[in-house]
């Protein structure tokens, strides 16, 4: 195949893997509101835990079909992972709880810098001028649209402290895991999906209790509330599968980036499904600052130079063999 045929075929499945996730995302967010506003079944947690009992599923029936081969996790691995993702799931339930909905999304904007921080000390990745201008960009873009009112508290710090570093370390986690152990998507759901399913559907209705007040198992489970329960879990499925799909593909930082276009499109479609309150020129202004931030970052991620691991090839040894006094550093692109 022609190099540029595969470059064009890679552009294609990138494009058709993060459509997957935004509109799995959106769909999502959609449901869960209209779970949680219209029926009240406010236990986040608890249906994060149905969410990977529901993928966990999934992935038995595609092994029994053979469309997932059998690979190695070490249970090690296997738990931090689950840790981090545990974590992330609880702290940015309590944070969103505890927090100003202003601190709530700086704490989430907050994510890209630590994700940078993350590939910069684990992976060696050096970000030129122009790519991190671009990271700058979209922050402020998004900042300006969703950031109003700020206020902080002790408590609400730390939760989104630890909201934060643990959805970065599992954002990067999926990354390196795939890459070292050489795990498909569908792989590694398969070693992860199962425990954090038990982990959550154990832990959830205690901390949700903890978190409302309310006991999930003296809900009104009716007929209405279960489609929407059942359609939220069939919908997690894809989620939870374009997530570990498009961090794979494009390392956490990239995928923090654009999700955060994910961020933009959720609130269109809010102003054009629900109205256009809350609509005025100062979330259009952070819109378009948003947009052209990504525009930009894409365009100079892409280029040489862009965003590349540093490695050395070449041992101190080998170089000294050679008659080379300092050794050489290949630059490859990520």
């Not at 050395?312 to 000294?320: A, C, D, E, P, W």
């Amino acid at each position: 195949m022609a190099p540029s045929s595969k470059a064009e075929k890679k552009a294609a499945v990138d494009a058709a893997a993060w459509m997957f996730n935004v509109v799995t995302s959106v769909g999502i967010i959609i449901v869960n509101k209209a779970l949680m506003a219209t029926y009240g079944f406010s236990f986040a947690t608890t249906l994060t835990g149905l969410h990977f009992a529901t993928t966990t599923l999934m992935t038995v029936v595609l092994r029994w079909l053979g469309y997932i081969q059998p690979s190695h996790l070490p249970l090690p691995e296997l738990l931090k992972f689950v840790l981090f993702a545990n974590f992330s799931i609880v702290g940015m339930n309590v944070s969103l709880m505890w927090n100003s909905v202003g601190f709530y999304q700086i704490a989430k904007l907050s994510m890209i810098p630590v994700s940078c921080l993350l590939e910069v000390v684990f992976d060696k990745i050096r970000y030129s001028r122009d790519t991190k201008l671009g990271i700058v960009v979209v922050l402020l873009g998004v900042a300006v649209c969703t950031v109003t009112d700020v206020s902080v508290n002790a408590k609400g710090f730390i939760a989104a402290f630890i909201a934060v570093w643990s959805t970065s370390l599992q954002q990067y986690y999926v990354h390196y895991l795939q890459r070292n152990y050489s795990l498909s998507s569908f792989n590694l759901l398969g070693h992860t999906a199962p425990v954090q399913a038990a982990s959550l559907l154990l832990l959830g209705p205690f901390l949700d209790y903890w978190l409302t007040n309310k006991r999930v198992d003296a809900f009104d489970f009716n007929i209405p509330s279960m489609v929407f329960i059942i359609l939220s879990c069939t919908i997690a499925v894809g989620t939870n599968l374009s997530q570990f799909i498009c961090i794979g593909r494009f390392t956490a930082v990239s995928f923090q980036v654009l999700g955060h276009m994910k961020t933009i499109l959720v609130l269109i479609l809010g102003f054009l499904f629900f109205g256009r309150e809350g609509l005025n020129l100062q979330v259009v202004f952070g819109m378009i600052i948003a947009v052209f931030g990504m525009i930009l970052y894409g365009k100079a991620s892409s280029k040489p130079g862009g965003k590349e691991r540093r490695s050395h090839s070449i041992s101190r040894s080998s170089q000294q063999k050679h008659g080379l006094s300092e050794p050489s550093e290949v630059d490859e692109k990520v």
